[in-house]
């Protein structure tokens, strides 16, 4: 697992800063350049071969601006769209353009080379960012030494990651108001993540998500519950993020104290189309960033194993089961998500009953139709609540899917958890 460290230079002398701004426009021009003869069907040996004469930087940031651009999209703008049009508008100066488009600098790791070469962290007195910079005519290497802050929270984590033992990257970036630089350390960490005994399933909604914890080994649901969260529906982005953060870690206290693993669906919120006023609502749902920070601060801060399932028809079955056992949709869809993941052929059993089942209800809607000796007798003409009764009284049309309801209606003893987040 990576993680990112934040860092910031915080003293630089004014001949260390020219030297640093003359890496930030070489570095610009090399990303530029690379990505104009990527598109022109270079290859990467004679890009590298041609960047190097004509930028004088070494051969590793070469592969650096290379691997930062290989991957963007056609009509990819240095600087973002958003800057070229202030600058288009006339907003900003053409020296002010330039400056803000230059404001990256990557270098990647290497463990052979004692974690990175052309940006080294030096544990003294201070903390030193060594950067290998363009020397000057007649010099064979240069360096500047400008002085790192790293919060102290994340030394006493990290900071045996950073002793040249294992490799790390550092993104260094402007700030735009000009009063200093960001610094981004990337490290890999392993984290001590167990599999659960049980499975929490979340069903994530608009405005509020629904769980339940299953066990694993005798199929007992162990507890059912909702997270609060609407104000995600309407927020900013920041606050957003913030209250993804708040759900993230009552979730994973949840999931710690009953020794579970987190699963979650993979929603492409994207490809769905429905009604105007149902778009709206899936389509203000955060899936993306909430699992993503649920895969890396889960694992990271409480040990809990996160893991992505296809949680397709669980909605479907949980309709039927939800009126089983007295619950809700959200709750029961959550129930036969965790029985989909731990076993899956009984979730296809159940499935194949509620799919042959609709089957029947559209065959009695057709037959329903007709007349004189082409209309259907009348036990076929159930539909709806009489067809529900007859199923609660007369022989099951679900005997998978009610024998499931019977030992998770005997299971569900304990009280039903409503954690409000905002």
């Known amino acids: 697992m990576k993680i990112a460290i934040p860092a910031c230079i915080y003293e630089i002398s004014e001949e260390e800063e020219k030297y640093l701004l003359d890496l930030f426009r070489r570095f610009g021009i090399a990303r530029r350049r690379a990505y104009n003869m990527l598109r022109k069907g270079y290859i990467k040996s004679e890009i590298e071969k041609i960047l190097q004469e004509e930028l004088n930087l070494n051969s590793r940031y070469i592969k650096d601006a290379i691997h930062s651009v290989k991957n963007l999209p056609d009509g990819w703008v240095c600087g973002g769209k958003k800057l070229q049009k202030l600058?288009?508008?006339?907003?900003?100066?053409?020296?002010?353009?330039?400056?803000?488009?230059?404001?990256?600098?990557?270098?990647?790791?290497?463990?052979?080379?004692?974690?990175?070469?052309?940006?080294?962290?030096?544990?003294?007195?201070?903390?030193e960012l060594r950067i290998n910079v363009p020397p000057k005519y007649g010099e064979s290497k240069r360096y500047i030494y400008p002085k790192l802050y790293i919060p102290e929270k994340y030394l006493r984590k990290y900071k045996h990651l950073l002793d040249c033992s294992k490799p790390y990257t550092v993104i260094i970036k402007k700030r735009f108001d000009k009063n200093g630089y960001d610094v981004r350390i990337i490290v890999d960490v392993e984290s001590e993540e167990n599999?659960?005994?049980?499975?929490?399933?979340?069903d994530v909604n608009a405005g509020h998500t629904d769980f339940a914890v299953v066990d694993r080994k005798t199929k007992n649901i162990v507890a059912v519950g909702k997270f609060n969260h609407h104000e995600t529906q309407f927020a900013k982005k920041g606050r957003r993020t913030y209250l993804l953060h708040r759900l993230a870690d009552r979730i994973g206290r949840i999931a710690k104290h009953f020794n579970a693993t987190v699963v979650v669906g993979k929603l492409k919120t994207s490809e769905f189309n429905g009604t105007k006023k149902a778009n709206r609502e899936v389509h203000s749902m955060p899936h993306f960033r909430f699992r993503q920070i649920l895969k890396y601060k889960l694992p990271l801060k409480y040990g809990v194993k996160?893991?992505?399932?296809?949680?397709?028809?669980t909605s479907k079955v949980g309709r039927i089961l939800g009126r089983f056992i007295g619950l809700d949709v959200h709750k029961a869809s959550a129930i036969a998500f965790a029985i989909k993941v731990i076993d899956y052929n009984l979730f296809k059993l159940i499935l194949s009953e509620v799919r042959s089942d609709e089957a029947d209800g559209r065959l009695r809607a057709r037959l329903a139709k007709g007349c004189g000796l082409t209309a259907p007798c009348q036990s076929l003409r159930l539909a709806g609540d009489e067809a529900f009764e007859q199923r609660l009284t007369g022989d099951p049309w679900y005997p998978v899917l009610s024998a499931l309801a019977e030992s998770v209606k005997a299971s569900l003893t304990g009280r039903i958890w409503l954690v409000k987040i905002c």
């Open 87 to 127: 600058r288009q508008k006339g907003k900003i100066s053409k020296e002010e353009f330039r400056d803000r488009r230059d404001s990256f600098i990557l270098s990647r790791g290497d463990k052979s080379k004692k974690g990175n070469l052309n940006t080294r962290i030096i544990f003294g007195e201070d903390i």
């Open 195 to 202: 599999e659960g005994d049980r499975v929490l399933a979340l």
């Open 306 to 313: 996160v893991k992505e399932h296809s949680e397709a028809f």
